[in-house]
């Protein structure tokens, strides 16, 4: 018995230690951008590996510099952001209104080719983005598209969109069929299904899939690059990061402070849905 308890308190304390070592890990490196962000240039020539800021040396000025628009010798990020939010929201909302009736016709109606659909739809990641982008380049160009935010938005929604609907038809297959012919029975159509009983049994797995698209086109780098890159008004923020790192002028505390700000909407976002993240996500691990 007591050999038995050694070995459960050591893997426990095993557990704990693994874990603390993920923890650092993985916190370490964002701490480290925080605390360079808001230390003066400066002291961080002075004392280059310090993971503290004293108070009397926090500054906001980085931040600051950021924000502002170019024309007032800031870097414009707030323009940055203000696009990213704006594709990023319109390719997740516009990806779900797709996503969201084809899932359900793929996991509920019978059509020929209906089980190849989903290798179909998973084949397109087994293709590098550097593959199509020429040929999206090529299209955008001639239909005028390119340089533009609404390019842009359809081209993420051509990369979000099939694991999307692979995602919520697996959450749909899960919902008892039953359900539905009680709705049918009551007078239901198929609209009204969906709106009445799949979809809001779906919640989860609806918003697991939209943080999905939404952290997808947030952080998206190469097509932003390939569409955007002679309009530095519509850039996005990670473009606009990107490039900022490029700079020999630009001081890295305001490189980190960018970083920050690219950083922390998908972080909070990620926290304030990580249980319908995590639901939605395994629901579809298991039917019945």
């Known amino acids: 018995m007591d050999r038995d308890r050694i070995e459960t308190v050591s893997l426990c304390w095993l557990r704990r230690l693994v874990i603390a070592g993920f923890l650092v890990v993985t916190l370490l490196p964002f701490w480290y951008m925080l605390v360079l962000s808001v230390r003066p240039i400066e002291r961080l020539l002075l004392e ?3 993971l503290w800021v004293p ?14 628009s170019v024309s ?20 997740t909302a516009l990806t779900l209104v797709v996503a969201i009736p084809g899932a359900y016709a793929v996991s509920r109606l019978r059509f020929f080719g209906r089980r190849q659909v989903s290798a179909l739809f ?11 982008a020429i040929p999206l380049f090529v299209v955008f160009t001639r239909a005028g598209l390119r340089g533009s935010l609404t390019g842009l938005v359809l081209v993420y929604i051509s990369q979000t969109l099939p694991v999307s609907v692979y995602m919520l038809k697996n959450y749909f297959e899960t919902i008892p069929v039953s359900l539905e012919e009680s709705a049918a029975i009551d007078g239901a159509g198929r ?9 809001p049994l779906a919640a989860p797995s609806v918003m697991a899939v939209a943080l999905y698209d939404f952290m997808i086109a947030w952080n998206e780098y190469l097509f932003a690059l390939l569409f955007l890159v002679d309009r530095p008004d519509r850039w996005t923020v990670s ?4 490039l900022l790192a490029d700079g020999v ?3 890295k505390t305001v490189l980190m402070a960018g970083s920050v700000i690219l950083t922390l909407p998908i972080v909070v976002l990620f926290f304030a849905g990580e249980r319908l993240l995590t639901e939605g996500l395994t629901s579809g691990a298991e039917k019945g």
């Open 239 to 242: 473009l606009g990061l990107s």
């Open 55 to 68: 108070f009397g040396e926090l500054t906001v000025a980085t931040y600051a510099e950021v924000l502002k």
């Open 122 to 132: 998973l084949a397109v990641y087994l293709f590098p983005s550097i593959v199509i």
């Open 48 to 50: 280059p590996g310090s």
């Open 72 to 91: 007032d010798g800031g870097q414009g990020f707030l323009t940055f952001i203000r696009n990213s939010g704006l594709v990023a929201l319109a390719a």
């Open 249 to 251: 002028e630009v001081p």
């Open 191 to 199: 609209l009204g299904i969906i709106r009445r009983v799949s979809l």
